[in-house]
């Protein structure tokens, strides 16, 4: 029997953990070594997850040839040249939501990716959670009928909580506060659901959060398709993630208990979908299947590696997201007036590569 | 004892009757007459409810001592001509939501208020609903915090219906379509909550509906708080009206089932307000108690024109609405680039008379 996959998480915090267990409830993929900066964080995490080596430089990493693949969650700002370097080195890439910070950073991921054509994959998981996967086989089945409206909202409260210490306190860091790193998530998901999305028209608020960033946005995503989608997230509040469509058919509507994200393989056990036809004063629940997205994210990952899997979020779908995040900016700076997608790609530099 | 209050429907079709409903669950006023152009209409109004008589001209009626109150519901781009020759007879007078079509029209009627002195009162009928009461007094007494968020979606399939025999099929007699019909309602809604509007950016869409107004419509709002509220309405699929709030303190979210929206004193059993604080997974349902929405807002009107109750939705909050309804469609034509409500009330004439 083959060697299992070998990867190596990069950035040893919460959500790497989060990732590992994910890993580790499956069989396809094996942590082979770690890297932080921090001796006491590698350790530590080498022996919660029982992972045979650590490097004490990224370079030493990836120069090790049993790591197939990296796994990294590091601040945003430094995804760019982690990733960089990985996919020169020969590595495939998984790199947590979003692709980068800014749109020429994720250009430059998008230029390296089709430079090395190594594999590389964006943690946009969300698109995998049972909820969406029905959602997304009612429109492609017709049960939905046509879409006019769709609605989307993530929030929590973590903006209340940022201190100086934190990245995600600073502008130049985490641009967008709350639209970056929530925000995000229904770009992709709701790309993924209705198709590319034309143009954003946004408002961002600093409200109640000490940091530099937004903990209130609202943006009014048009699709090529004609459908108006919306997307709602505020960092002062208790958590929220939900997700409604309209169509001329049923609505349906989406509902998930975040406090149980973390523990992919549970999630879809929290979360409710329910549909409404019409006349229908009654909603009727929508059976969930229980999938375990950031395990199926990784195992999709490392068996891309081995020319045995496609890569279903990558550059281009990973730079879109952050496209609508950037236009959603933008548009906030023009009093709400709608911004292009195709205007902020193109200022980034990536033409149409991700049109 | 005194007489009854004596009010008179104008204009006998479906939202009469739904009006003479639910003053027939009271018995503070009395329908002492009533008119329509059409005769059969009026004879057979006349015997459903059980009312005296009727007049066959509005001057009639309007001449008509018995009747201190009308209650008008005839089509919006009717409303001007009716609501100001009835001030003008000295008669108080209750008009259905819109106050009018047109922000010029709202102005007359704000003048003609203003001029006249006499009661009147406009339909905005759902800030009464249990679930809005309810959320009023969270945000009051504390218990939600700081609002950022405000979402609200009022939807239904009327859209997917209209033909060229209604009035609501055409753009100048129902400018704006499931926007002055639907979301004018929430525009109301999310003013009684939260306090004035500053500015709204909007798209509206016409996508599946034969009319010549927009069946999708999203309008982002900035409060003068500074909080952002969010109002969806379609035309083009099944029914929904949700109310969601997002506090520093809790959230709370609102549900009715819109199939029981005529039968007020039936709406609040069939909506449902939760709250969630933080690190509650599971929501909390919120009594609600009992409303009639419809009879309470016509017992207000007669008592008011008896001058022993204040309207508590006149001429500046219908005003109000209805600007928010127009600043939406002159912004969709901007492109979404946000309108001051201030500027479209200063346009038609309403100075800061609305502010």
Not at 230 to 257: E, F, M
Not at 339 to 348: F, K, N, P
């Amino acid at each position: 029997m083959a060697e299992k996959i070998g990867l190596a998480p990069v950035g040893l915090g919460r959500w790497a953990k989060v990732l590992a267990r994910g890993i580790q409830r499956g069989d396809a993929v094996e942590l082979v070594s770690c890297f932080s900066r921090d001796a006491d964080r590698r350790r530590a995490f080498q022996e919660e997850f029982g992972i045979e080596r650590s490097a004490a430089t990224y370079e030493e990493l990836l120069a090790d040839e049993r790591v197939e693949g990296v796994i990294i969650t590091t601040p945003n700002d430094t995804h760019r040249d982690l990733i960089v370097q990985a996919l020169e080195a020969g590595k495939g890439v998984y790199v947590d939501k979003p692709i980068a910070h800014t749109l020429e950073d994720a250009v430059a991921v998008l230029d390296a990716v089709e430079a090395t054509g190594r594999p590389f994959a964006v943690g946009h998981s969300a698109r995998r959670l049972a909820g969406s996967r029905v959602m997304k086989a009612w429109i492609e089945d017709g049960r939905l009928g046509d879409v006019s409206l769709a609605e989307a909202n993530f929030s929590n409260e973590r903006g209340l909580e940022l201190t100086t210490e934190t990245w995600r306190y600073y502008a130049d860091r985490s641009p967008g506060g709350t639209m970056i790193q929530l925000g995000v998530h229904h770009a992709d998901n709701l790309e993924y659901l209705l198709g590319p999305v034309k143009s954003v028209s946004a408002h961002a608020r600093r409200l109640y959060t000490k940091a530099e960033v937004p903990d209130a946005v609202m943006a009014i995503l048009e699709f090529e398709s004609g459908a108006l989608g919306y997307i709602g997230c505020g960092w002062a509040s208790p958590g929220v993630y939900t997700i409604n469509l309209q169509g001329t058919k049923h609505n349906l509507r989406y509902d998930l208990d975040f406090t149980h994200w973390h523990e992919s393989h549970e999630a879809d056990a929290h979360s409710t979908l329910v549909s409404q036809g019409y006349g229908q004063s009654e909603r009727t629940p929508v059976e969930l299947p229980r999938t375990d997205m950031f395990r199926e994210q990784l195992e999709e990952f490392g068996r891309a590696i081995r020319g045995e899997a496609e890569i279903e979020v990558g550059a281009r779908e990973g730079l879109r997201a952050l496209a609508i995040v950037h236009a959603s900016l933008r548009s906030s700076e023009r009093d709400g007036q709608a911004v292009e997608i195709a205007e902020v790609l193109d200022a980034a530099g990536a033409g149409t590569r991700a049109a």
